[in-house]
């Protein structure tokens, strides 16, 4: 697989140079064009705030310390070992892979991403994987584990056919709850991320129970706000009263429960999954 991590310490430098008029046109070349794929297919927003990151002006002292942050921590190399590290698991199970992967650190806002630790990635196209950090002993820690849950997604979107239209819980459950099995198994139980490690106890079982009678809730637009939960970006998910992704928790728990019960591998229920297994359901969870 070809790997390209775009070097962005390089490109912001440069355009923090230009004046606050150039600087979009700049960013839409250097980041949203290599990603354009991505953004058509995901119809997300092209703004930098829109994607949690940094504005292009306004802050350039907080984006200039945030790159200075990730280079002394060697960030980019990192991304790649995960990714490397990623790929040699999935090919010893013989999964299909993809060519060419492209992929993007950007300095996010510690504000919009408060609810996550300030890091958090975006990886649902095949080939193409953005990451989004506002840098601090905490999550740096964490990130190589995030690119790898992302990379899982890749991986995993380009064996199964994901139709918004007719997406069921039980299967997004599964989808978040593998990537971060993933993520773990490859770098420890300190990396799970906040969106499945804030949930817990009471919170946790309430969750169990609310989301165990909708597992075939269809639809992405039914089925994000039980996965969401109060997440500021998804609007209407508070109907449902249920903690920030706690969807995501949910999903890791009934995962963990399918593997254990089985005494096999995150590997080998990804395949199974893939292989049109409800992994979700048939783990016994919510029984």
Known sequence: MDILVLDTYRIYKEMLLLSE????????????EPFDVLFKLTSMPRKPEMLSCLPLSGQDSITFLIFECLKENDIWEKAKTSIEKSIHSFEKKGIK???????????????????????????????????V??????????FPACVAHEFHHNVLFNNFIWDYSSISLSQYLAIEGLAESFSEDLYGSETVGPWVSSTIGEMLE??????????????FMNVNRYMYGKHPMFAGSESVDLPYCAGYAVGYHAVQKYVKDRNTDVIQATIDFINKIDIVKESGYFE
Do not use: C, H
């Open 21 to 32: 008029e150039q600087r979009e046109d700049f960013f839409n070349k250097s980041i949203v």
């Open 97 to 131: 892979l993809f060519d060419n992967l492209i992929v993007a650190i950007l300095p996010g806002d510690k504000q919009l991403l408060s609810l996550s630790e300030g890091y958090t990635g975006i990886g649902s196209i095949p080939g193409y994987i953005m990451l």
């Open 133 to 142: 950090i506002a840098p601090d002993e905490n999550n740096v820690k964490k």
């Open 206 to 219: 309430n969750a169990k129970k609310i989301i165990g009678i909708n597992l075939n809730v269809k639809g």
